[in-house]
């Protein structure tokens, strides 16, 4: 270990001088030394590209690299692509019948794309958690999360004889889970053609047959969402997510659901800051009804002792 350190010290230092001041020239690929003007190495590799750009678009334009790998496309983002038909190389129009003749090489690729029964299967999953993305305002790491989940279920042979939408909602909702995006079973049912038991179905049976341990949701991330569809200010969203702390300290919302514990404390933090809210307004922002506010109202009240 100490022979490796000392050789690669020596590559930075001028073995005539000593200095540490090196020039390296990417012209003519020469490494001079910038204190007595040694040169110590005049065939250095230039490891950029050959052409130049003088714009990022001209940049973006010349680069030969194609998209990342994208586990959110069926293929990875592996397989080429025919684009369009009508111009050859250089920009002139092909004639006619060499047209036709592309369009249909072009029809027959992505033909050839969806052969067997897993890339159909992957093909239509993808679209399903890019339109549920699309419609949730799901970020995009989440996405390529439920579509590594969703492959590990098809895997398993867990989508035979179900419902392809339903494995990939599930994945989604699985994915949310993992990374603490606040949604809920029953927001991906109302944007899919799915019933929230049979989608809490695939759920129970992803999780019992990959072996998923989930993280217990917090309260304190529905507390935003709830908020802003009622026009509630910083201020008091910060204290409503400090009540949810303490409660949590003091272990009172073990067991209860994570939305009705928010809107409940949105609500006394409203009557706090004299926010006038009413408990109609905050449940019907939540998805909640107003008996569970009350309900988890009184039970936070209680164990945090509050006078209201």
């Known amino acids: 270990m100490q022979r490796t ?20 020239d990417g012209k003519s690929g020469e490494r001079i030394c910038g204190t007595c003007g040694l040169v110590m190495a005049d065939s250095m590799i230039n490891e950029g590209p050959e052409w130049r750009a003088f714009s ?3 940049r973006e334009s010349r680069s030969r690299v194609g998209m990342p790998l994208s586990f959110s496309v069926h293929d990875k983002g592996l397989s080429t692509m025919i684009g369009q038909v009508g111009k050859d190389a250089f920009g002139r ?3 006619t019948k060499t047209m036709f003749q592309m369009l249909r090489l072009k029809k027959w690729h992505i033909r050839s794309s969806y052969q067997s029964s897993v890339d159909r299967n992957l093909s239509h999953a993808m679209t399903e958690l890019s339109r549920l993305t699309d419609k949730l305002h799901i970020p995009k790491s989440v996405k390529e999360r439920a579509a590594v989940i969703y492959r590990k279920a098809l895997e398993k042979g867990l989508v035979r004889g179900r419902s392809i939408s339903a494995i990939a909602a599930a ?8 990374t603490g995006t606040p949604r809920t079973l029953r927001e991906l049912s109302e944007h899919s053609t799915i019933e929230k038991k049979d989608l809490a179905r695939c759920y129970r049976l992803l999780l019992r047959e990959l072996k998923m341990s989930m993280p217990i949701p917090k309260a304190q991330y529905r507390v935003p969402k709830i908020a802003a569809k009622v026009d509630i200010s910083e201020n008091t969203q910060q204290a409503a997510v400090n009540i949810l702390r303490k409660a949590e300290e003091l272990k009172t919302t073990a067991g209860k659901d994570p939305m009705g514990l928010a809107a409940a ?13 009413t408990q109609k307004m905050i449940a019907d922002a939540a998805g909640v ?3 569970t506010i009350r309900n988890r109202y009184k039970g936070l009240k209680e164990a945090l002792k509050l006078e209201l």
């Open 5 to 24: 350190s000392k050789l690669e010290s020596n590559t930075d230092t001028c073995p005539e001088c000593g200095s540490k001041s090196i020039i390296i």
């Open 56 to 58: 990022q678009d001209e």
């Open 93 to 95: 129009t092909i004639p």
């Open 171 to 178: 994945s989604l909702y699985a994915a949310c889970r993992v």
């Open 265 to 277: 404390a949105l609500y006394i933090a409203c009557v706090m800051n004299d926010e006038k809210r």
């Open 289 to 291: 009804t107003e008996v």
